[in-house]
């Protein structure tokens, strides 16, 4: 597998799509409908866009250079567009695990837990933090869930619910060998990980505490983590407008209203 292609593509612009154009030139404004266009150096090969690490489209044929993609709804963040060329056998394969996701991840924190075997059925997880004090706060939960959606997940013989499962047959609920955490689980059958996001939170450096919850209530000793520094990213500028265009210079001169 060949993966994303970055190299030989360039030039890439996009354009919102208003909803209409009044006789003043006025615009009305959509649910940010964009056009992306790039230029490229791969004739033979198919190409993806992402918006914010997620995959947004692909094109139908080698030679497209064009398309209009769907882009966040918000005024906090501004929006990651990438054009990446792929094998033409690639095309449906979704390569977003593989890029930094930008569009809710401003200010938040994602922890990683591992959904060992060991771990009973029916627990859950309960995430607290510090709030930026150095010292987390167990009266202060800030989330948590499920460790297993079902009882189906729970995977090995006899672990399953007796009489539940395929006898002999219960293995068959582990995620596989190599497909979880790897050198994390069980040899053989691995475990997969339980990924977490925080809601957003302010500039700092915070930490966090997880315990596990078996259904009798038996609580787990905390795990904690490391401190962890949040820098939400800037807002987007607001009130820009294009003041002058040289094209045979390629001088662009913008204009920022001041903010009253």
Request: aromatic content about 10%.
């Amino acid at each position: 597998m060949m993966g994303l292609i970055s190299s030989g593509i360039n030039g890439v612009r996009v354009f919102e799509l208003p909803m209409g154009v009044g006789s003043n030139g006025g615009v009305v404004e959509g649910p940010r409908v964009c056009l992306v266009r790039w230029r490229s150096a791969w004739s033979n090969k198919i190409h993806q866009v992402y918006v914010n690490g997620r995959l947004a489209g692909t094109t139908v044929g080698c030679g497209q250079r064009e398309m209009v993609v769907q882009t966040p709804s918000c005024y906090e963040q501004a929006a990651m567009v990438e054009v990446f060329a792929v094998e033409a056998s690639e095309a449906d394969v979704n390569f977003s695990d593989e890029l930094e996701r930008g569009d809710g991840d401003s200010g938040r924190v994602r922890l990683s837990l591992l959904r060992s075997q060991r771990l009973p059925a029916g627990a859950r997880f309960e995430v607290y933090f510090d709030n930026g004090t150095g010292v987390v706060d167990y009266e202060h939960l800030i989330g948590g869930g499920q460790v297993w959606g079902c009882w189906q997940d729970k995977a090995g013989f006899g672990l399953a619910r007796f009489g539940e499962g395929d006898f002999g047959y219960e293995w068959a609920g582990g995620v596989g060998f190599g497909i979880g955490g790897f050198g994390l689980g069980e040899f053989g059958v691995d475990a997969d990980v339980i990924e977490w996001v925080s809601p957003a939170l302010d500039a700092g450096a915070y930490r966090f505490g997880v315990k596990v919850i078996d259904e009798r209530g038996n609580e787990s000793a905390a795990s904690e983590t490391g401190e962890v520094v949040v820098i939400p990213a800037a807002r987007p500028a607001i009130g820009l407008d294009v003041l002058s265009f040289e094209e045979t210079t390629n001088a662009l001169m913008l204009e920022v209203e001041d903010e009253k």
